[in-house]
Protein backbone atom coordinates (compact mmCIF):
# COMPACT_ATOMS: atom_id res chain seq x y z
CA UNK A 1 0.00 0.00 0.00
CA UNK A 2 0.98 3.85 -0.52
CA UNK A 3 1.00 6.17 1.90
CA UNK A 4 -2.72 7.21 1.46
CA UNK A 5 -3.49 3.26 2.01
CA UNK A 6 -4.50 3.40 -2.37
CA UNK A 7 -3.24 0.11 -3.93
CA UNK A 8 -0.42 0.03 -5.97
CA UNK A 9 -1.37 -0.55 -9.55
CA UNK A 10 1.38 -2.88 -11.03
CA UNK A 11 1.78 -4.21 -14.88
CA UNK A 12 3.23 -7.23 -14.81
CA UNK A 13 4.35 -9.61 -17.12
CA UNK A 14 4.10 -12.82 -16.69
CA UNK A 15 6.76 -15.04 -18.07
CA UNK A 16 4.88 -18.18 -18.79
CA UNK A 17 1.85 -16.70 -19.60
CA UNK A 18 0.47 -19.60 -21.19
CA UNK A 19 1.16 -22.04 -18.66
CA UNK A 20 -1.97 -23.17 -15.67
CA UNK A 21 -0.23 -21.15 -12.73
CA UNK A 22 1.01 -18.14 -15.32
CA UNK A 23 -2.03 -17.75 -16.72
CA UNK A 24 -4.10 -18.47 -13.46
CA UNK A 25 -2.04 -15.54 -11.70
CA UNK A 26 -2.10 -13.36 -14.43
CA UNK A 27 -6.13 -13.45 -13.90
CA UNK A 28 -6.23 -12.95 -10.50
CA UNK A 29 -3.87 -10.00 -10.71
CA UNK A 30 -5.86 -8.08 -13.71
CA UNK A 31 -9.13 -9.49 -11.31
CA UNK A 32 -7.70 -7.07 -8.94
CA UNK A 33 -6.82 -3.85 -10.95
CA UNK A 34 -3.31 -4.81 -12.28
CA UNK A 35 -2.79 -4.74 -16.00
CA UNK A 36 -1.30 -7.63 -17.27
CA UNK A 37 0.61 -9.19 -20.38
CA UNK A 38 0.84 -12.28 -20.78
CA UNK A 39 4.59 -13.66 -22.00
CA UNK A 40 5.31 -16.63 -24.61
CA UNK A 41 8.02 -17.35 -26.79
CA UNK A 42 5.45 -16.74 -29.45
CA UNK A 43 3.18 -13.90 -29.35
CA UNK A 44 0.24 -15.83 -31.04
CA UNK A 45 -0.19 -18.29 -28.38
CA UNK A 46 0.04 -15.92 -25.59
CA UNK A 47 -2.40 -13.34 -27.27
CA UNK A 48 -5.00 -16.07 -27.76
CA UNK A 49 -4.32 -16.92 -23.80
CA UNK A 50 -4.98 -13.27 -22.88
CA UNK A 51 -7.79 -13.25 -24.78
CA UNK A 52 -9.59 -15.75 -22.84
CA UNK A 53 -8.54 -13.98 -19.72
CA UNK A 54 -9.84 -10.52 -20.63
CA UNK A 55 -13.28 -12.91 -21.68
CA UNK A 56 -13.18 -13.58 -17.86
CA UNK A 57 -12.78 -9.97 -16.93
CA UNK A 58 -15.61 -8.70 -18.86
CA UNK A 59 -17.98 -8.92 -16.33
CA UNK A 60 -15.68 -7.55 -13.36
CA UNK A 61 -16.02 -4.18 -12.09
CA UNK A 62 -12.67 -2.30 -11.88
CA UNK A 63 -10.97 -4.84 -13.27
CA UNK A 64 -7.18 -3.88 -15.35
CA UNK A 65 -6.00 -5.34 -18.87
CA UNK A 66 -5.03 -8.39 -20.16
CA UNK A 67 -2.43 -8.99 -22.97
CA UNK A 68 -0.21 -11.29 -24.61
CA UNK A 69 3.26 -10.77 -26.25
CA UNK A 70 6.43 -12.00 -26.85
CA UNK A 71 8.69 -12.51 -23.79
CA UNK A 72 10.90 -9.56 -24.85
CA UNK A 73 7.99 -7.60 -25.52
CA UNK A 74 6.24 -8.47 -22.23
CA UNK A 75 9.40 -7.44 -19.68
CA UNK A 76 9.52 -4.66 -21.81
CA UNK A 77 5.72 -3.04 -21.18
CA UNK A 78 5.71 -3.92 -17.30
CA UNK A 79 8.04 -2.72 -14.06
CA UNK A 80 7.20 -6.35 -12.52
CA UNK A 81 8.29 -9.23 -14.11
CA UNK A 82 6.78 -13.00 -12.65
CA UNK A 83 8.42 -15.98 -13.69
CA UNK A 84 5.65 -19.39 -13.63
CA UNK A 85 7.74 -21.10 -15.81
CA UNK A 86 8.90 -25.18 -15.55
CA UNK A 87 12.23 -25.63 -13.65
CA UNK A 88 13.56 -27.39 -17.06
CA UNK A 89 15.88 -25.29 -19.00
CA UNK A 90 15.52 -22.24 -16.22
CA UNK A 91 19.06 -21.18 -16.04
CA UNK A 92 19.06 -20.76 -19.56
CA UNK A 93 15.64 -18.83 -20.24
CA UNK A 94 16.33 -16.18 -17.27
CA UNK A 95 19.31 -15.31 -18.85
CA UNK A 96 18.13 -15.39 -22.66
CA UNK A 97 15.57 -13.13 -20.68
CA UNK A 98 17.99 -10.84 -19.26
CA UNK A 99 19.88 -9.94 -22.27
CA UNK A 100 20.67 -6.42 -23.00
CA UNK A 101 19.99 -5.74 -19.49
CA UNK A 102 16.35 -5.93 -20.41
CA UNK A 103 15.69 -6.93 -16.47
CA UNK A 104 17.36 -4.68 -14.75
CA UNK A 105 15.86 -2.29 -12.44
CA UNK A 106 12.77 -4.49 -12.06
CA UNK A 107 11.39 -6.42 -9.69
CA UNK A 108 11.31 -10.23 -10.77
CA UNK A 109 9.24 -12.75 -8.65
CA UNK A 110 10.01 -16.04 -9.37
CA UNK A 111 7.51 -18.83 -8.21
CA UNK A 112 9.24 -21.52 -9.91
CA UNK A 113 9.73 -24.84 -8.03
CA UNK A 114 12.63 -27.59 -8.95
CA UNK A 115 10.25 -30.58 -8.29
CA UNK A 116 10.81 -33.85 -9.94
CA UNK A 117 8.81 -37.19 -9.64
CA UNK A 118 9.35 -40.78 -9.41
CA UNK A 119 7.10 -43.90 -8.13
CA UNK A 120 6.83 -42.57 -4.60
CA UNK A 121 5.42 -39.39 -5.62
CA UNK A 122 6.86 -35.55 -6.04
CA UNK A 123 10.24 -34.04 -4.40
CA UNK A 124 12.16 -31.54 -4.31
CA UNK A 125 15.57 -31.23 -5.91
CA UNK A 126 18.77 -30.94 -4.64
CA UNK A 127 20.28 -27.29 -5.95
CA UNK A 128 23.45 -26.48 -5.42
CA UNK A 129 24.17 -29.19 -3.28
CA UNK A 130 21.27 -28.02 -0.36
CA UNK A 131 22.38 -24.35 -0.87
CA UNK A 132 20.28 -22.82 -3.76
CA UNK A 133 17.28 -22.39 -5.22
CA UNK A 134 15.77 -21.33 -8.22
CA UNK A 135 15.07 -17.60 -7.15
CA UNK A 136 18.58 -17.80 -6.08
CA UNK A 137 19.47 -19.09 -9.75
CA UNK A 138 17.30 -16.07 -10.92
CA UNK A 139 19.15 -13.48 -8.79
CA UNK A 140 22.53 -14.38 -9.93
CA UNK A 141 22.13 -14.38 -13.15
CA UNK A 142 20.30 -11.40 -12.98
CA UNK A 143 22.02 -9.18 -10.74
CA UNK A 144 20.81 -5.73 -11.96
CA UNK A 145 17.26 -7.05 -11.08
CA UNK A 146 15.26 -7.27 -7.27
CA UNK A 147 14.44 -11.10 -6.99
CA UNK A 148 11.83 -12.37 -4.60
CA UNK A 149 9.83 -15.30 -4.47
CA UNK A 150 6.71 -15.94 -3.96
CA UNK A 151 3.53 -17.66 -4.73
CA UNK A 152 5.46 -20.85 -5.03
CA UNK A 153 2.74 -23.40 -2.91
CA UNK A 154 -0.73 -21.76 -4.51
CA UNK A 155 -2.60 -24.36 -6.57
CA UNK A 156 -2.96 -23.52 -10.21
CA UNK A 157 -6.64 -24.65 -10.34
CA UNK A 158 -7.35 -22.94 -7.58
CA UNK A 159 -6.15 -20.04 -9.28
CA UNK A 160 -8.69 -19.74 -12.00
CA UNK A 161 -11.40 -20.65 -9.96
CA UNK A 162 -14.25 -18.95 -9.07
CA UNK A 163 -14.04 -17.75 -6.05
CA UNK A 164 -13.52 -14.21 -5.49
CA UNK A 165 -9.99 -14.99 -2.87
CA UNK A 166 -8.28 -18.31 -1.90
CA UNK A 167 -8.16 -19.41 1.88
CA UNK A 168 -4.59 -19.26 2.43
CA UNK A 169 -1.31 -17.53 2.78
CA UNK A 170 0.73 -16.30 0.14
CA UNK A 171 4.52 -16.22 1.92
CA UNK A 172 7.31 -13.63 0.22
CA UNK A 173 10.86 -14.41 0.51
CA UNK A 174 13.50 -11.42 -0.75
CA UNK A 175 16.85 -9.94 0.62
CA UNK A 176 14.97 -6.13 0.15
CA UNK A 177 12.08 -4.83 2.14
CA UNK A 178 11.08 -2.85 -1.70
CA UNK A 179 11.19 -6.10 -3.39
CA UNK A 180 9.05 -7.88 -0.91
CA UNK A 181 6.69 -5.58 -0.95
CA UNK A 182 5.87 -5.59 -4.50
CA UNK A 183 4.72 -9.70 -4.01
CA UNK A 184 3.31 -8.60 -0.83
CA UNK A 185 0.94 -5.68 -2.55
CA UNK A 186 0.10 -8.58 -5.42
CA UNK A 187 -0.75 -11.33 -2.98
CA UNK A 188 -3.82 -9.45 -1.97
CA UNK A 189 -5.01 -10.08 -5.56
CA UNK A 190 -5.18 -13.98 -5.01
CA UNK A 191 -6.14 -14.08 -1.08
CA UNK A 192 -7.26 -10.80 -0.09
CA UNK A 193 -4.75 -9.90 2.40
CA UNK A 194 -1.28 -9.06 2.01
CA UNK A 195 1.28 -11.70 1.49
CA UNK A 196 3.20 -12.56 4.33
CA UNK A 197 7.13 -11.62 4.63
CA UNK A 198 9.03 -14.51 5.45
CA UNK A 199 12.33 -13.65 5.44
CA UNK A 200 15.22 -13.67 3.30
CA UNK A 201 15.76 -15.36 -0.23
CA UNK A 202 17.55 -18.16 0.87
CA UNK A 203 14.55 -19.02 2.39
CA UNK A 204 13.39 -20.32 -1.41
CA UNK A 205 15.00 -23.43 -0.49
CA UNK A 206 12.48 -24.17 2.10
CA UNK A 207 9.10 -22.91 0.11
CA UNK A 208 10.07 -24.73 -3.39
CA UNK A 209 10.68 -28.48 -2.48
CA UNK A 210 7.56 -27.83 0.31
CA UNK A 211 5.07 -27.53 -2.97
CA UNK A 212 5.97 -31.45 -3.27
CA UNK A 213 4.29 -31.98 0.19
CA UNK A 214 1.32 -30.11 -1.33
CA UNK A 215 1.02 -32.42 -4.03
CA UNK A 216 1.18 -35.59 -1.34
CA UNK A 217 -1.51 -33.62 0.59
CA UNK A 218 -3.46 -33.07 -2.72
CA UNK A 219 -3.59 -36.60 -3.77
CA UNK A 220 -4.20 -38.12 -0.99
CA UNK A 221 -7.45 -35.76 -0.01
CA UNK A 222 -8.33 -35.43 -3.51
CA UNK A 223 -8.64 -31.53 -2.63
CA UNK A 224 -5.98 -28.32 -3.84
CA UNK A 225 -4.51 -27.18 -0.76
CA UNK A 226 -2.38 -24.05 0.31
CA UNK A 227 -0.66 -22.87 3.54
CA UNK A 228 -2.38 -20.52 5.91
CA UNK A 229 0.07 -18.61 8.64
CA UNK A 230 -1.80 -18.70 11.93
CA UNK A 231 -1.04 -15.84 14.66
CA UNK A 232 -0.69 -12.46 12.57
CA UNK A 233 -3.05 -10.08 12.44
CA UNK A 234 -4.75 -10.03 9.00
Known sequence: MTSTDTPTRYTVAVIGGTGPQGKGLGYRFARHGHDIVLGSRAAEKAEAVAAEVTERLASVAGAGTARGAANADAIAAADVVLLAVPYDGHDELVASLAEGGALDGKTVISCVNPLAFDKRGAHGRVINNGEGS????????????VVVGAFHNVAAPALWGEEEFLDEDVIVVGDTLEGKQVAI?????????????????????????????LISINRKYKTHSGIRVTGLDH
Open 185 to 213: DLAASVTGRPGVDGGKLRLARVLEPFTAV
Open 134 to 145: AAESAAEIVPGA
